[in-house]
């Protein structure tokens, strides 16, 4: 019987697939340097689009209650400022390779999560606002390059990766709502 339950055993971990853990790739900020003023990171308040999720799983984007269909469309809209709008995030001229000089966007997405949240709400706004740059990308790797972003050379998608640099900052979670 020993027998039987050892090889029993020894077939299971064989057969049996562990899953690998997932999660988000993220990548910390840099420390900031203490003889550097604060003043200087300052960022104008027209580059940052602010997402909360409250402690009952509702969204909140520039302080307004918005669904979760509508915040991919509301992210892209904002990184892109086609029309240039003084609400909407300013645009610095670069010099990137394939595209020369070129305005790009200072926008940045402020997320902030209430301690209740739920996990599957945050990883849902996390996608769609990663959703929001892909699409960005895409585009313009297919606009550029005739081609999708996923088929380009390395070279050619940190181009296009600096020519839509959007971070999403995540502040600590607190409850939102509450002073």
Known sequence: MADIAFLLLIFFLAATTMDSDTGLMR???????????????????????????????????????????????????????????????????????????VAVTKAVISLQNDIGTKYGVYI????????ARAKLRDDLARQEFGMPYERLDEDRKGAID?????????????RIGEN
């Open 162 to 174: 600096d020519f839509f640099q959007v971070p999403i900052s995540e502040a600590e979670p607190k």
């Open 27 to 101: 990548q910390l900020p840099a420390i900031p340097d203490p003889n550097v003023p604060q003043d200087i990171n300052k960022i104008n308040d027209r580059n940052i689009l602010e997402v909360k999720v409250n402690k009952d799983n509702l969204l909140l984007v520039e302080g307004q209650l918005t669904e979760f269909s509508q915040l991919r469309e509301i992210a892209h809209n904002f990184i892109l400022n086609a029309n240039d709008s003084p609400n909407m995030p300013e645009k610095e001229v670069v010099n990137l390779p394939y595209f020369g000089d």
């Open 124 to 131: 849902a706004v996390q996608n769609e606002l990663i959703a």
